[in-house]
């Protein structure tokens, strides 16, 4: 399909009144189907592989994931790896019980696979998929170690500080603006322990490519920002363009620290900036980074970031303001604590 074909519908869609209900309708007569997407798999195996470079195993660690879509494919091979629970984030709630029960189903057929890659018994993969044929949805989180948070800020989560071990997201953040990704990567050090880390797969390359392949995979460098923002009428087109190096310096902005990068550019993209004419608000960045089309990041909370310095300022405030002799204040009236969210 042409994709100024795929833009048109999309964005006619989203200008109907009434699309939301619309999509429910849809859904309910059409289901999203339940098929395994080898990527995916592929992705969730790289996650694994990286954050065990970084020292990171998954075993008996709180795991949450941002943005955890239709399908749970990367959840339950967290779980498999060995993961304790695994919260997953969502602005919309997506997932249900047929969904869950339909990738777990797939999984197990693929447990010889996943029992090599994992190093795992493929007995103990079966088992561990299988689950009752009539369970509620809720029942079935309960089952596999999840939390189902949506929808959910994941600038605001309802979670403690320092309540999670890892952070991960898979060809999610590119769809966030800028300054909404600066606030969740903050929110991110502020949930993860000290010892946490926050491994990212992120799809660099223009979206449109995945409908029509006569596009190069660097097309949307082309556009301003004011012509691009027009191929978003409908929110899920959008993309915020970043680069490779963007999301490093955000991630360090936010007090972590980058401890592998195994993201490199791609050839064809290289051979084709030579003849693409790019917007002047990519002319500052190196063809390298411009070329590379898959970030793959694993960043450690930094314990003596300056975030992280004023998170321990704000609790020490905190601790002296429970402190105070309760005569300061009445009785039957609640102290009130001074928050300790950095924003």
């Not at 749970?72 to 919309?92: E, F, K, N």
């Not at 004419?277 to 898959?294: C, E, G, I, Q, S």
Request: hydrophobic share 45%.
């Amino acid at each position: 399909m042409a994709w100024q074909l795929k833009f048109l519908r999309s964005s006619a869609f989203a200008l109907l009144p009434g699309g939301q209900w619309l999509r429910t309708i849809k859904r309910k007569l059409v289901p999203y189907p339940a098929h395994l997407d080898p990527g995916t798999l592929d992705d969730a195996f790289e996650i694994i592989a990286m954050l065990d470079r970084a020292g990171m195993r998954l075993r008996g660690r709180v795991v949450l994931e941002v943005g955890s879509g239709w399908r749970p494919i990367i959840p339950l091979l967290m779980r498999l790896a060995g993961a304790h629970r695994v919260y997953l984030v969502d602005t919309q709630r997506l997932l249900d019980a047929p969904l869950l029960r339909g990738i777990a189903g797939e999984l197990s057929e693929q447990s010889d696979t996943i029992s090599a890659r994992l190093g795992t018994d493929a007995v103990h993969v079966q088992a561990t998929l299988h689950c009752p044929a009539d369970a509620t949805l809720a029942e079935l989180l309960e089952y596999f170690g999840f939390v189902y948070l949506a929808p959910a800020d994941a600038t605001a989560l309802a979670l403690d500080d320092d309540s999670i071990d890892i952070a991960i997201s898979r060809a999610v953040l590119e769809h966030i603006p800028p300054v909404t990704l600066a606030r969740i990567f903050a929110e991110l050090r502020r949930v993860l322990n000290a010892d946490g880390a926050m491994c990212h797969i992120v799809d660099n390359s223009d979206h449109w490519w995945h409908v029509d392949r006569r596009l190069s995979r660097i097309n949307f460098l082309r556009y301003s920002e004011v012509r691009w923002r027009w191929f978003a009428i409908n929110p899920l087109d959008y993309q915020n363009r970043l680069r490779h190096s963007d999301y490093l310096n955000l991630a360090q902005r936010s007090g972590f620290e980058i401890v592998e990068d195994r993201s490199v550019p791609d050839p064809r993209a290289l051979d084709e900036l030579q003849r693409l004419r790019v917007d002047r608000m990519f002319a500052t960045y190196f063809p390298d980074d411009l070329a590379t089309l898959t970030s793959r990041f694993v960043a450690r909370a930094e314990p003596n970031s300056p975030q992280a310095e004023s998170r321990r300022s704000l609790k020490n405030e905190e601790a002296v303001s429970d402190r105070t002799s309760a005569t300061d204040v009445p009785a039957n009236q609640e102290r009130i604590k001074p928050s300790t969210r950095g924003w």
